[in-house]
């Protein structure tokens, strides 16, 4: 996958995930983007864990694995603000 298309899947996939974890408001673009890619990365890393395919290209498969790692990875950020804070 070139690089425009890890530009939109990880926009897309961070977006959505912002939007699961009630944060869309703190967040741009920019950071959608950057959540989305590292996302996909720590998505793609967990299905190969677990046996399955990870980010395959762009398609819904990828879209919901990029998905899925960057919910994982804004609830690490929140685990982490929550105890820096207290």
């Known amino acids: 996958m070139n690089i425009l298309g890890w530009i939109v899947l990880g926009g897309i996939a961070g977006w959505l ?19 989305g890619i590292l996302g996909a990365f720590i998505g793609g890393f967990l299905m190969y864990a ?20 960057a919910v994982i990875l804004l609830w690490l950020f929140s685990l982490f603000k929550k105890t820096k804070s207290t």
């Open 50 to 69: 677990l046996g399955g395919p990870g980010v395959t290209g762009f398609n819904i498969w990828s879209l919901v694995v990029a998905t899925i790692g």
């Open 17 to 35: 995930a912002s939007i699961i974890m009630k944060k869309n408001s703190q967040m741009g673009i920019f950071a959608n983007i950057c959540i």
